[in-house]
């Protein structure tokens, strides 16, 4: 089955780092994926990760893929205020030639001066 | 921006009555997704479109359904409508169908049903 899980709230101080943890339970996941929501705002496509790599940086962000415990985290580094948002991991299925995205419910982080 | 309009962004509407949410997606993307929003279900996937053609269906109602149109637009038709379908509804796009192909969302409609 397909399930996305992650914890609902973070709270951090400016200046620290953030991690975001999501699991997911469909082995046959392609590509897991990391989306911001701002308030009535749409979701912005933050990074991805394949699923045969363990981790992917781009900037401040670091994405961390344990594929045994299906374990995927977001790592925010130097975490600012304008970074305080709903974050959703999604996987991504490969079925038949398309893919569909499973979306977590999200988590808010928030942060603080 | 991330390319995807949506359009109305906000709509309110009674019970019982139709509505129609429209979609432009990205230049030269090809497909189109729809997706609901609620504070209960979270973002649930609706339906996908490539080219015009239905690709796959999610967790979509029979009182809702959409088209793909030569020109790529996307509409989102909701019918007899209720007061759980109030949601935000999103607009996603893609180049293709799959792969890794990453979805671009539009800002969304919000639909108030009363």
């Known amino acids: 089955g397909e399930d996305v899980e992650q914890s609902l709230f973070l709270s951090v101080r400016e200046g620290d780092s953030s991690v975001i943890n999501c699991t997911y339970t469909d082995s046959s996941s392609t590509y897991l994926y990391w989306y911001k929501q701002?308030?009535?705002a749409g979701?912005?496509?933050l990074t991805y990760i394949f699923s045969n790599m363990d981790m992917k940086q781009?900037?401040?962000l670091t994405v961390l893929l344990n594929k045994k415990d299906k374990h995927l985290s977001l790592r925010i580094a130097d975490t600012q205020t304008g970074d305080s948002a709903i974050y959703f991991c999604a996987e991504s299925i490969l079925r038949q030639g398309y893919s569909t995205l499973t979306f977590g419910k999200g988590t808010m982080l928030?942060?603080?001066p | 921006d991330s390319g995807?309009?949506?359009t109305p962004k906000h709509l309110i509407t009674a019970t019982g009555?139709?509505?129609t949410l429209r979609c432009s997606p990205r230049s030269g993307d090809l497909s189109v997704y729809w997706y609901q929003q609620s504070l209960d279900q979270g973002l649930q996937f609706l339906i996908h479109y490539y080219n015009g053609e239905e690709r796959?269906?999610?967790?979509?109602l029979e009182r809702f359904s959409a088209q793909q149109f030569p020109d790529l637009h996307s509409e989102l038709n909701l019918s007899s409508l209720e007061l759980g379908d109030s949601a935000l509804y999103f607009c996603a796009s893609s180049v293709?169908?799959?792969g890794s192909y990453e979805q671009y969302f539009g800002p969304g409609t919000r639909l108030t049903v009363t």
């Open chain 2, 4 to 6: 995807v309009t949506q």
């Open chain 1, 110 to 112: 928030l942060v603080s």
């Open chain 2, 96 to 98: 293709a169908s799959g």
């Open chain 2, 56 to 60: 796959a269906k999610g967790n979509i």
């Open chain 1, 58 to 60: 781009d900037q401040r």
């Open chain 1, 38 to 40: 701002e308030p009535g």
């Open chain 1, 43 to 45: 979701l912005q496509l």
């Open chain 2, 17 to 19: 009555q139709r509505v």
